[in-house]
Every structure is written in C-alpha cells, then in structure tokens.
C-alpha cells in the first residue's frame, strides 16, 4: 500500500519543482506563548490538511493493560513492543474504511495525563542529508504517532524523548514537526532525517507559525534542560560534510531542510508571519537570493500584541485578508485557510486547575472558515457524542464532520453572498462559548472538590450536549443555504439562527440531575422552630450544626441526590434526638383550672405552639431522676 503521506511527498514534491499553485497536502501550525497570550494559557495548533472531504472521527481511547509481550503494529509495517499499561487519550482520527488501521492518523488528543500533543506537520530534508541517513520504510510514521505517544506520555518532555528514543531505535518514515504540551511547558520537534531529531523547550514569550518546512535555528545540543537531540544530529553532518553552524551551534534548517521549501509553504509562513506581527511579515522575503538561497526564516518571534484565544483560532482560517498576500484576490496564493483541512484544532493550557481540567480541547471539524471549534476537557473525557462517529467516506446525516465539510463547500462557493453571515453567527457562537467557559470552569472546579469521579462524568456529559446544539445549528445552516442556492436569490444569505440570536448553552448546571429536596427544606423549617433556650447546651449544638449543614447542601446548585438525602437523614437523627430528650422530662399531674386562672404561655420546644411551661421548671427543680438541665428563658429586655 503507497502511503498516503509518501503521496502528499509527491504532490509537494511537484508543487516545489514547478512553483506552481498546485494545492498540496499541507498542514499548519500554530504556538503561542503563555506570556503573549491575553488569558495567561500556552497555545499550540494546527489544520490537517489532507483534503476536503475526508473522513475524521472525534472519539475516546481508553486506558488499557498490555500482556508481556504483546506488540503495536500498524498498517505502514512499523512495531514496537507495548509497554505494560497505555494511558487514556482522545485523538481526531481516519476513518478505517480508508483501510489504514483501526486508529490511523490520530492526529490531536490530550491523554488523562493532561499532555497534549498535535502530529504532524510534514517537512522534507535535502539530498545531502537523504544520503547520510535515508528515511525508513517501517519506521514511526505520522499514521501512529499520535497513537504511541499519546498511550505513553506522562509529561509533555516524556513524549519528546520517548519519540526521541523510538527514532533512534526503529527509524523514521518521515520528515516532521510535532509539538506537545501539558500544564507547565511546550516542547517542539523536528525529525530532520531517518534518525536524527531536535527539540526545543518553547519560550513563553514567543509565537510561531509553522508550514511544511523546518524552521529550527541554531540550536545549543549541550543544554540539556532547553534541548533533546539525537546523539548524532551533529555528527552525522560534520562527518558527511554538510554541517553549518553559526556561532559554533548547528543550524538545524540550514544543515537538514530542502533547498527550496516551496511556493505553498512560503506563502502561508507570510501569512502567519504577518498575523501574529504586522511589521515582521511586511519586512519577510518568500523570495530566493541572488545565490538562489531561501531565508534563513525565524521560528520563534515576539508578537506585536497579545493573543485572545478566537484570535488563535481564527489564524488557522487566516487568508491573508487584505494584504499583499491575499488569497481571496489571488488564487494562486496557498492559504492558510484553504480547502484540504479535514479538521483543525487548538490545545490550550492553563495554571492553577486540577487535575483533568487543565487543558481544553479546542476542535473543529472541516474547514476552519466557516466551522466551530468546540471545548472538551480532554484529559477527562470517557466518551465523545455520537455524531462524531460516523465513519463514511461520503456525506451521510447525523455525522459532525460532514455536516461541517458540506457547509463549508456551499460557503466556499461564493464567500461574500453565502458565508460572510454564516462567519458572524459562528464568531458570535465562538465568542459565547469561549465566555462560557470561564464559569464552566469554575463549576467544574467545585465539582471535583466534591468528587473527581463526578467532575470526569459531567465532564464527558456535557461535551456531549455542546456537541449535540453546535450539530443543530450547522444542520439548520446548511438546510437553509441549500434551499436558498437551489432558489438562485442574489441577495446575501442571512441564516435563521443568526436572526434568531440561537447561542450556546454551555453551563454545568445543565448536565446535573434533577434532585428531590422538598424533605430536607420541611424538616429546616422544623429546626428553624425549635427554640435554643428549652435544651442544653450540648444537644442543641448538634441541631445547630446540621441545621447549617442542611442549608448549605441546599444552597448548592450542583447537590446530588445522595446529598441531599445524607442532610436530610442527619438533620433528622438530630430533630429525634431533641425529641427523646424532651420525652425524658416527668410530665406534670394535670389539675383543673378556671377559666379566669390561665397558665403562664410559651413556645414549645417541639412545635413552636404556645403551651404551659411551668411545670418544667418544677418538675427539673424537684425530680432527681432528670439529669437534664432546663435553661430558665432569658428575660425579655
């Protein structure tokens, strides 16, 4: 079987050669520091460009036990060895009627060890360093990468060496960049040869836009705490006679990267290079020097502003809108938004959440243009919403993927009269549940201190209910578009939804189960009628106390019902409690009284009603069978 990958090589391949506007298979990432970033997350990204059309499914894999012995195997020949437990991930994956394998391509996910990971974007090296170290037919490949590394990795630097590792043992079948990132840092990597790679800790203060070229500078291979290279990425080219270094370091793009990265990769990392600073992109060349030379180009740069998070998701849509490099005035020029993304995605991290809610899976399906992405907490999701499993290769109902590709080819079609009001409601909707999210946040905070079983579980619910509302309106968009195409209306589509303002309802009070508390709120207005001053001081601090604790569970909007029964039980057992402790005191003889003679009245410590009292004070004062100590009622001021 011809790799797909090996394909796309081919298409690139010919794009470079010809410098034409041939569309490649390419991909495109994005990174932005925690420091440069207006909420304080690290951000890395990235569209799968593989082709309109093409078939992904949104799902679970869980955390498994492997036997001694047991191996992975994929479908391009690469194995290696299982080790004894694989982790919990979500991954973006091919449909295996594509006939790669049942998880090929699992090209995004977070792992329940709260370490994301987006692979690949796809580079290619030059002959020089084909020749030294040639890619490996079976060697780890983009198809399992994700698979692997994702099943394995406890931090975000234990996938970077144990990728490391696997190079440097079985091969590589291809050239690519991976980036990967949990709670306290980001890594890049670039594999640049058969075996040999290099990886970089990503500053906090920096962005990055990343087409399908190397883009690694020079790199300090002893820095061991910012740098994870292979043995001989030096060695290798200095022995082959291909080394370049600058002040003393390789240059990683300079010794290993193609010659000329191609028209494609260079028009995009303008177009990033100018989204995330106006006046470095102004200032970048995509042109070749007097001596037929191409860059060197930065990797990492300071941004002339900071970045929201629809800012960084609207770069994986960025067409270069207005500049010199607009491909909506140009169709020659290769987009970053263009028609072979299949899905794109934004891994955000963040400080000071537990454990799980770290990081929030951002995920598109189809084009970024006129798509949505969608927030999971993906270190703690079980399973994903139905619609995302659909796995036909052709557009079928009820499936996430395709209702997002076909709106997308409509809107495709004529930008101005179909999709600038299909891109004002989803800006509107991205807006909202970007909003949401903070006091989701929050809720879902409160919800693992009370368990983190419970949070895991609404966690997954309520992925599964944003997901169900965004298929509706897409669903409703693309009826309404189809009919009006079909009608041959010149005037500017204007969607339902948009009208009628439908916005997400992303709130963790929605997934919470209807709770009974008419019990407990009778039995507080009972408490709340004993009266302190008929018992010790000792059995009404019990009252008092569940009393308190009664009030609060019922304050809580996010109770279970095994709360709300517990309080209920516990305030209960202490109302009994102040009940026995009145029927121990003697009853007093009754005796007959006229009408004009009346008893001195008061609350009763059980009802709250007006009834003879004294007869406590005697019958405590007199009995030495009571041991209870009757407070006398405090005098009225």
Known sequence: MIKKKQIAALVL?????????????????????????????SYIGRSEDIGAGHTKIFTVHPAEDHEPGAIFEDAYGFSMPYPEHTYQYTLAKDSPLFGEGEEPYAEVGINENEVAMTATVSTYYN????????????????????????????????????????????????????????????????????HQYAAIKLPEDQVAAIPNMMLLGTVDVTDTENVIASEGLVSLAEENGFLKTEDGMIHVTQTYGAENPGKGQLTRLWQGTYYLNHEKGEGLSIEPSEDGVYGPYDLLFTPDKKFSTQDIMKFLAYRGEGTKMDSNVNESIYAIGNKNQAECHILEMR?????????????????????LYLPYYGAMLTETWDGYHNDELTSVEDSMFWVFNDLNDLAD?????????????????QAELIEQQKQVDVDMQKLYEKSPELAQEKATEIGKVIAQDAFNSAKSILT??????????????????????????????????????EALEALIAKAEAVQKDMYTEASYATLEQELENAKTVLADEFAVQDEIDAATKQLDSALQGLEKIQAAVPQPEKESVSEEKTTPTGPSPKTGDATPLMWLLTAAAGSALVSVNVWKRREEK
């Not at 495109?28 to 925690?34: A, E, I, L």
């Not at 400080?351 to 243009?369: F, I, N, P």
């Open 127 to 194: 002959d020089k360093a084909k020749a030294a170290d040639p890619l490996v037919d079976t060697g780890i490949c983009e198809l399992s990468m994700g698979s692997i590394l994702l099943g394995q990795a406890k931090t975000a630097r234990d996938g970077v060496e144990l990728l490391g590792e696997i190079v440097e043992k079985y091969g590589s079948g291809e050239c690519n960049t991976i980036m990967i990132s949990d709670p306290n840092e980001a890594w890049y990597m670039e594999i640049v040869s058969g």
């Open 351 to 371: 400080d000071g959440m537990y454990q799980g809610m770290s990081g929030v899976e951002w995920l598109a399906m189809s084009r970024a243009e006129f798509s």
């Open 480 to 517: 309404e578009l189809k009919a009006f195409k079909e009608s041959g209306s010149t005037e500017m589509f204007v969607p339902s939804v948009l009208t009628e303002n439908i916005m997400p309802n992303y709130t963790v009070a929605r997934v919470m189960d209807e709770v009974s508390t």
């Open 13 to 41: 391949a010919g794009t470079m050669a010809m410098g034409s506007s041939m569309q490649a298979f390419a991909c495109m990432g994005v990174y932005v520091g925690k420091e440069v970033s207006e909420n304080g997350s």
């Open 413 to 429: 079609d004529n930008r101005e009269l179909y999709g600038t009001n299909i891109r004002k409601y989803w800006d509107a909707y």
